[in-house]
């Protein structure tokens, strides 16, 4: 399983139990969704986020590649909503049929937002969290080992996927493909999708029998060779932010239908 993100160190947040991060990234993307005042994502950002950032000291890979993943999605997201946004009135300028209008603005920060907090927050799991770690914690919870499977390498698929591509992008260049200036790099990327596609087909095979192999839908009780630390501490922690989102969603759902 692929650790490209995961960046080894002793700090108090590389120390939690993987499940605790777990519940903070969901509880954390939950509460963004859930809150319908446009700056709450950035504030759950600034004052959840950045300090455990900084506390487990993997600012520098987090800023970029929080800055790498988000930066295309909200470029979109601007284009889109501030242009032709439909339920816009107040104009603030026009581009012959296309019309910039604050609400598509709002609504464009809004949700870039809440996109920039999610990417975040699973980025922060990612680089403080062994994979493999995760999935022991998680089973050791009670969740079954697919299910504990499928969440570990869900958080893994990016990563995957740029490890993989980048393979195939040195092998294609070994074998004389020019990758210099931006029209070749465009021409680059068809060569690029067939072996890409391909070889992410041949790993889920070698993955489905490497998991027969282990006995993965047996329902017999495993045992582990990784003992995940936990405290009751934490245990309540879990709690107390899954209840904040679940009060969250709850406000939001109460406060539409009124």
Do not use: C
Request: charged share 10%; glycine share 6%; aromatic share 6%.
């Amino acid at each position: 399983m692929t650790t490209m993100f995961f960046q080894a160190g002793t700090s108090p947040v590389h120390r939690l139990n993987p499940t605790t991060k777990l519940v903070l990234a969901l509880a954390v993307t939950t509460t963004a969704f859930a809150v319908p005042v446009v700056w709450a994502p950035l504030v759950l950002l600034l004052v959840v986020l950045v300090p455990a950032v900084l506390v487990a000291g993997v600012q520098l890979p987090y800023a970029r590649l929080l800055l790498l993943f988000s930066a295309p999605v909200v470029l979109v997201i601007f284009a889109l909503q501030g242009l032709f946004f439909p339920e816009g009135t107040t104009v603030l300028a026009e581009f012959g049929w296309a019309k910039v209008t604050s609400e598509g603005l709002l609504f464009a920060t809004q949700t870039s937002l809440r996109l920039v907090v999610m990417l975040g927050s699973f980025l922060f799991l990612l680089l403080t969290t062994h994979p493999g770690v995760l999935m022991s914690a998680m089973v050791e919870r009670g969740m079954s080992p697919n299910t504990s499977y499928v969440i570990s390498a869900t958080l893994q698929i990016v990563p995957a996927f740029r490890a993989r591509a980048q393979n195939v992008l040195r092998a294609q260049q070994a074998r004389g493909l020019d990758t210099t200036g931006l029209r070749r790099r465009v021409r680059a990327l068809l060569p690029l999708v067939g072996p890409l596609l391909l070889g992410s087909l041949a790993d889920l095979e070698e993955r489905a029998v490497a998991m027969e192999a282990r006995a993965f839908g047996s329902t017999a009780r495993r045992t582990s060779l990784v003992e995940v630390a936990d405290s009751s501490a934490q245990r309540w922690a879990r709690l107390l932010m899954g209840a904040v989102a679940v009060a969250a969603v709850v406000v939001n759902v109460l406060g539409v239908t009124r």
